[in-house]
């Protein structure tokens, strides 16, 4: 069964730094692009950064380009997000998703960033 | 504001058909890209539900259908059913100065009366 599963969630102060991860199971982690994608409390989802399946290629949504950093470990099969410099408005639940072509295909479960002083 | 234009609600009752509009523009849905939709459960991650405008995954109910024409798509959803209730989102490409970049619409909520 094809499974992503996040972690490292949490309250960060404004301006602080918070590492996400997304751990794959159940496909050949390094034969995809992988992505991570927002929601913010009761809002829409929001496309936040991809990265290709070598790590050679990394696209951001503007908001958070120089702030957050994508990154993967294919030994480890897993998917990372670096986020610093962190605003009120970076609060939301931040979704892993396997990238197939040009459509994400499966979700994680998601992790909660709250970002409050 | 979303790039992609989506109803803010749409209901049906039981049995009914119920669409659900995406409205893009030429540099998204109208320049040939394709459209996606998701459904998102009450508490949970978003699921695919139709990809490359309107193939359903292995699993998906044929009652759900996609279509695409011009700068616009849409979901359709025949025999509602209670469990049909959930946010549904489009998901295109959208090219500007900045580059291609994925992009959502803003959601539509579907109620099952």
């Known amino acids: 069964e094809v499974q992503l599963v996040e972690s490292g969630g949490g309250l960060v102060q404004p301006g602080g730094s918070l590492r996400l991860s997304c751990a794959a199971s159940?496909?050949?982690?390094?034969?995809?692009?992988m992505s991570w994608v927002r929601q913010a409390p009761g809002k829409g989802l929001e496309w936040v950064a991809n990265?290709?399946?070598?790590?050679?290629?990394?696209y951001y949504v503007d908001s958070v380009k120089g702030r957050f950093t994508i990154s993967r470990d294919n030994a480890k099969n897993s998917l990372y997000l670096q986020m610093n410099s962190l605003r009120a408005e970076d609060t939301a639940v931040y979704y892993c998703?396997?990238?197939?072509?040009?459509?994400?295909?499966?979700w994680g479960q998601g992790t909660l960033v709250t970002v409050s002083s | 504001q979303s790039v992609l234009t989506q109803p803010p609600s749409v209901s049906g009752a039981p049995g009914q058909r119920v669409t659900i509009s995406c409205t893009g523009s030429?540099?998204?849905?109208?320049?040939?890209?394709?459209v996606h939709w998701y459904q998102q459960l009450p508490g949970t991650a978003p699921k695919l539900l139709i990809y490359?405008?309107?193939n359903r995954p292995s699993g998906v109910p044929d009652r759900f259908s996609g279509s695409k024409s011009g700068t616009s798509a849409s979901l359709a959803i025949t025999g509602l059913q209670a469990e049909d209730e959930a946010d549904y989102y489009c998901?295109?490409?959208?090219?500007?100065?900045?580059?291609?970049?994925?992009?959502f619409g803003g959601g539509t909520k579907l109620t099952v009366l």
């Open positions: 998703a396997r990238k197939r072509f040009d459509w994400f295909d499966p």
């Open positions: 159940g496909f050949t982690f390094s034969s995809y692009w």
């Open positions: 990265i290709k399946q070598d790590g050679s290629e990394k």
């Open positions: 030429s540099s998204n849905i109208g320049a040939g890209y394709d």
């Open positions: 490359g405008n309107s």
């Open positions: 998901q295109s490409y959208d090219s500007s100065l900045s580059g291609r970049r994925e992009v």
